[in-house]
């Protein structure tokens, strides 16, 4: 904690990059495009993991796990599906290393390779509709609702951490469904799920939608997202939800037979979100001193700092100390007592910080002769002095306070940064200038899309839910056009 | 569940793999060697990784997420560890497919081999380390102690689904300390953390000990072990825990400066148990019906099954059912009321026999009349009426008893189980006809332990805590021995 971050209106990219770093949240492996997430970073991954895995349970889903390896002519199955993924991804050839000729190195064995190579798993739905094909017979087997927590792997030639690496953690949820309606029912659904999660817990509100047709998941009818806007203006893609139609059951001949016994293809979704919430997470809340952690997702909601001076001030702070942190124990609240002896509190304090630790509790012999506590938020860095009695209702308070106020900041920042544009030239000057969601009208065809994306790097996020019918023309063509859509540059 | 399985008397390896089938645990994939783990053998899994996890760190360890691939050439850092690991292992050459000449098809793009060829991890202690060293400067810095949930693959040739599957699910702690004593109390204590586990929550007693040397996890010093005993007299070993000494710090030049600033080498462990565990718990407990599950890792406790005609009489069994459920719920006893019209209750009470249910619960119109329902146990398989009146602290009770009674009988089985053994004849002749643990000595050489495992198949074990210390002779070469190890078949 020697030096501070890059400051984020001069260098952002730099600035996430070492926030990632020195908040100890990952780093580089030096495997190409994979990272380590170190034991902060993923403590806050499991608490994610938590909220997300009790609401796909609530949601009637069931974990399952099916196998990291693919068979490269899954893959070829479903054509649109290979067109989208079996390009960029890690071949496994061989199972066997030897002793090389120097006696010491070890060499692939070129007699043991594989008759079919493997690949391993960019997303799972061949390998599970697969096994659906065994475990779907008639409509007793529907829905079918299964969610894998798993890795996987996609050859990311520029990658950033959380934002885009070759090895990343997500969930895929895997379902199978009687009818069309009922899957597109459950796609929607889980879109909510993921909405809800990022807006009450990661205090990040996100725009409903669809994708455009070009934008849509390999394999899939229909591609539901949500999109939030970080502090540069640029948008990220938070989560995806499918409604992948019949496709997937007739690349794997899964049928079932209805009430009066007629056989029908099954109908299918799937959905995912991955460790690139953390990337979002910090992009969205995070300033120049380091980490803000909305307290709902925080590993630590607060650190008590004591100044002192001698064993014997430290030991009174202490009891302070620790009967706090049994008061907020009893409400899942975690506090961590810092009375490391060869750190400054100045240090300290940085430190929590750049942590993102929401509330920090200085305690010194002044507060001690007073019975008071110095009570300082990381969101808006305001410090207040409060009586130790009561301290724990008080901080109790003010974390919800504090998950509020994140929320409440980011939904106005977006809010700000969100531009309704009439032509061309607006939209070039605002996406230059101003950044952020544009709400513009599109003719509706891939070819202006592809152009607009061209011309200014912006693609089209999302149809939003909530962008009402109304008559314009086509910012690039003239064209009409019936409902405007969120135009961004995207991560 | 049309037909119930073999019998174990009668063909024990038939048995288990029909069960792990009829149970919904896992099965076979189409890719060699890997499992597809089942909802319901996940759930279970699921609540054993959450026991663990807490105990882990309750134990002061964090979770941490490092890369599933590995470059080839770290392997070969550790020597003793490359011998026992590069061996059988899943090898990426490649980072690209392409479409094949006829369109259709996926080929691998020769064009995009890599330059160092990336090995799916086995175990990550070469991974691991190669970041401690970034990671660990100072004192300050240890101890580090980190615990990773991730799949590993070893090229297995012969599989069973839970016991030797070529991928499987595990968790791997790491610790790095600064003294050899506190990484031998590490790895002690974790084989405690295991054993309390398996005994208490698995119910399945273990023998704790040390590895002889041949048996040893590559690159240890020392692998503690516990190992248990399965209902056909052959051992399984259910965990192990390493002591690494300096090893892999040397291969990985990782030091550390103590309080006197000088240069140390640091001190390491590693510990893991996979979901073999899952296999170990089945072959414990399970019947000729089916799973029999400890109550504490069931992912149903109680399941109600109605017995009725019409309408009404169902609705009545459900009033009674609901609120039995809710009462139960406020103890975290999970309840499932079966009230599908489509099954008879012959076929239910099968299927939850299948599925291990600790409890069953049948209630019909008789009972109705009486205010009474009908309590199965399937530890045991008896059956007893008791009043609905305070039915839910009777059934909260018998989980309990249910727990201790299978504790006790497999210890009891254990108990009776292991012989001692004092001359050749009689070992081969218990390994023969009764099997089971067998104490016996032996004369400290890897020779002699060879010799016997390639006349007999069985291996030693371990050499348990508790074997006190007595004169005794080999029982193969006759020569003078201090303490008896324990001897088995194993799977």
């Known amino acids: 904690m020697a030096k501070g ?19 100890d949240l990952a780093e580089h492996s ?78 692939v064995d070129p007699e043991a390779k594989l008759e079919e190579e493997l690949i391993v798993r960019p997303t799972s739905e061949t390998i599970i509709w697969n096994s659906y094909k065994k475990w779907i017979q008639s409509y007793r087997d529907l829905p079918l609702m299964i ?55 990661m205090a990040m509100p996100v725009v409903k939608g669809w994708k455009t047709e070009s934008e849509r998941f390999a394999g ?22 499918h409604f992948l139609g019949q496709n997937f059951a007739k690349a794997f001949d899964v049928k079932f037979s209805d009430a009066n016994g007629k056989q029908e293809y099954v109908w299918a979704t799937s959905w995912g979100v991955s460790t690139r919430l953390m990337g979002a997470l910090i992009l969205t809340h995070s300033d120049d001193l380091g980490l803000v952690l909305p307290p709902k997702l925080a590993p630590i909601h607060v650190a008590i700092v004591p100044i002192y001076k001698g064993e014997e001030q430290l030991n009174n ?16 609240i975690i506090v961590k007592f810092d009375d490391d002896q060869q750190r400054k509190p100045g240090w300290k304090f940085a430190e929590y910080e750049m942590k ?3 509330v920090r509790v200085a305690i010194g012999p002044r507060d001690m002769e007073n019975g008071t506590a110095e009570v300082a938020r990381r969101d808006t860095l305001q ?17 919800d306070e504090i998950q509020e106020n994140l929320l409440n900041k980011a939904k106005t920042f977006q809010t700000e940064n969100t531009t309704k544009v009439d032509n061309w030239e607006d939209f070039k000057n605002v996406l230059e200038n101003k950044g952020g969601f544009i709400l513009a009208h599109w003719d509706g065809t891939a070819e202006t899309e592809n152009k607009i994306k061209e011309e200014t790097k912006a693609t089209i996020r999302c149809i939003p839910y909530d962008s009402i019918e109304e008559e314009g023309k086509c910012i690039y063509t003239g064209k009409p056009s019936k409902r405007r859509v969120l135009f961004a540059k995207a991560y």
């Open 356 to 358: 993102g630790v929401p």
């Open 30 to 107: 030096d495997v190409r495009g994979c990272m380590v997430i170190k034991p902060y970073g993923f403590a806050i991954w499991e608490n994610m993991k938590s909220v997300l895995d009790a609401k796909f349970k609530q949601t009637g889903h069931q974990n399952a796990y099916f196998p990291l390896f693919i068979p490269k002519s899954y893959l070829s199955k479903e054509a649109a599906h290979v067109e989208g993924f079996a390009k960029e991804c890690a071949v496994v050839t061989h199972y066997r290393l030897k002793t090389g000729e120097d006696g010491k190195s070890v060499v």
């Open 5 to 23: 971050l890059p400051k984020r209106s001069e260098d952002f990219s730099g600035w996430y990059n070492e926030l990632v770093n020195k908040a």
């Open 147 to 201: 969610n894998q927590w798993a890795n996987v792997v996609r050859w990311e030639m520029r990658t950033r951490l959380f934002l885009r690496t070759a090895e990343f953690l997500w969930q895929e949820g895997h379902t199978a469904h009687a009818t069309e309606q009922e899957a597109v029912q459950e796609a929607e659904k889980m879109l909510e799920v993921y909405a809800d999660f990022t807006e009450q817990y």
């Open 383 to 399: 410090k207040e002095s409060y009586p130790q009695e009561g301290l724990a209702d008080k901080i109790k308070a003010l974390l």
């Open 220 to 241: 899939a009818n229909e591609t539901y997202c949500i999109e939030a806007l970080m502090q540069d203006g640029k948008a990220l893609q938070a989560g995806t939800s």
């Open 317 to 332: 702070i202490r009891k302070v100390a620790v009967k706090l942190q049994n008061e907020l124990a009893q409400h899942n």
